[in-house]
């Protein structure tokens, strides 16, 4: 299942007003889990980021070094 920002945002609010009840929190996931769950989304993120960047940045350079081996006369 792929969530939206929307959803993300709202199971974090959820979340949060669980973790605010302590002892008197309802039954279901340990909010911690959930926590760490959402955590590990964000980084997840922050990662996809990071390699799209790199990716695009990795082929801006390939492209620059076949111009210049295009450009090299024989």
């Known amino acids: ?10 199971i974090r609010q959820h ?13 279901g996931y340990p909010a911690r889990t959930v926590q760490d769950l ?4 964000e980084a997840l ?6 390699w799209k ?7 801006k350079t390939l492209k620059a070094i076949s111009e ?3 450009d090299q006369p024989d």
């Open 38 to 41: 959402l955590h590990t989304v």
């Open 68 to 70: 210049l081996a295009s």
């Open 15 to 27: 979340n949060d007003e669980e973790l605010r009840r302590g002892s008197r929190a309802t039954h």
């Open 53 to 59: 960047k790199l990716a695009q940045d990795r082929g």
């Open 1 to 10: 299942m792929i969530l939206d920002a929307n959803q993300l945002a709202s």
């Open 45 to 50: 993120k922050k990662e996809k980021k990071k």
